[in-house]
């Protein structure tokens, strides 16, 4: 009897690696920086830290329904090919499901991991009850899943949904996709920290600088997040601004496709408290009456776990559809 999945979630920044149960729940995991690897070099230390997880837990690997794989790229859903990663250098048009069966011997179910973790709010969090859910994570990079009748929208490559690389300003800084403008160039953690000490450099008064000792190179989201919770003008502005932006993105989004629900995670979305009231000022400014009227936001809700829980809901979905 399968009793247990294995679930990745494949981060520019950070990778994580659970063992759950069939009811969604963490039993054991395991997490390690990803630019300490190159490609061949990451899916091998994915597949030590997997095997790491099994010996520890002392289950047998027959007992895996699969292991499912969130990956922040554009994917062939699927063949489980990744054609390249935004923020991951090397890797294009890698066939991560097939050398990963190789590897572990399991089934594999790759997707984009903001996909992966909408199927995890949809099913245990912020989404229950609803069907038609835009999700957009905040991180190193900015990710999106557009969800319709309740299923993943794919498009017609399977590589809909990616909400960061929206144009919000058709002459706007270059991206990390190769064009200008993108959401992701002002809201992604490196183009935002840029923008914040820009700013102190140029003489703006703000409490983080102290909070930092006096290191820019020491300034960090959550430090700007404790800054505007004590209320410094200059942090709370950072963070108005990084609402608005969004904001200008959803609105296009909310009046396209006329959604429930949008629900924010990732790491930058810890500071969802400073920046759902722009995102809603703007959505409320730009979007059509009825549109607008319709839509809610909410914070996700199932914090760090969200990619690997994402994950092992994608492996139950594919193996009930014989994927």
Known sequence: MKRYI???????????????????RVLSKDTFLTKKYRKDSLIKAVAAALNGLIDKNKI???????????????????????FYFVNIPDWKNVPLKKEMRGITGLPVFVDNDVNAMALGELRFGAGKGHKEVICLTLGTGAGGAVVTDGRIYRGADTAAGEIGHIPINENGPLCNCGSRGCLEAYVGKDYFLKDVKRGLRKGAKSIVINMAHGRLSGITPELLQRAAEKGDSFAIGKWREYGRHIGSALAGIVNLLNPELIIIGGGMSGAYRHIAGPIREVIDEKAMR???????LARAKLGNDAGVIGAAELVKISAARGA
């Open 290 to 296: 009825i549109q607008k009227k319709t839509v809610k």
């Open 6 to 24: 294995a679930g990745v979630d494949l981060g520019a920044t950070h990778t994580k690696i659970a063992v759950l149960d069939l009811r969604g």
């Open 60 to 82: 047998q690997k027959k007992d895996f329904l699969g292991l499912g794989i969130g990956v922040p790229g554009l994917v062939d859903f699927k063949r489980g090919l990744v």
